[in-house]
Nanobody, 116 residues
Framework: QVQLVESGGGLVQPGGSLRLSCAASGFTFSSYWMRWYRQAPGKEREMVAHITSAGDTTSYADSVKGRFTISRDNAKNTVYLQMNSLKPEDTAMYYC?????????WGQGTQVTVSS
């Protein structure tokens, strides 16, 4: 049974940091590209960060470049999103995604709220 379980979300002040984690099980994690998406109320889901299966290549949305870092630990079947210098516009539900050709798995999401 495939599972992606996100954690680490919460309420943080502008300028603060959070580290999201996504624990995977039920599939060969090390073969999958991993992505973080987010969706704010009334907006479309957008991809925030991407990392290849070996972790050697990453890419980011322009809105988070230089502030967010995606990483993975294939030994722990976990992908991370380090978020620094958070802004109110980063407020959203953050989702973990595993992608491999025609296979596409999603977690249930973790809420991030940036507010003073």
């Amino acid at each position: 049974q495939v599972q992606l379980v996100e954690s680490g979300g919460g309420l943080v002040q502008p300028g603060g940091s959070l580290r999201l984690s996504c624990a995977a099980s039920g599939f060969t994690f090390s073969s999958y590209w991993m992505r973080w998406y987010r969706q704010a109320p009334g907006k479309e889901r957008e991809m925030v960060a991407h990392i290849t299966s070996a972790g050697d290549t990453t890419s980011y949305a322009d809105s988070v470049k230089g502030r967010f870092t995606i990483s993975r630990d294939n030994a722990k079947n976990t992908v991370y999103l380090q978020m620094n210098s958070l802004k109110p516009e980063d407020t959203a539900m953050y989702y973990c995604n595993a992608f491999l050709i025609l296979k596409n798995y999603w977690g249930q999401g973790t809420q991030v709220t940036v507010s003073s």
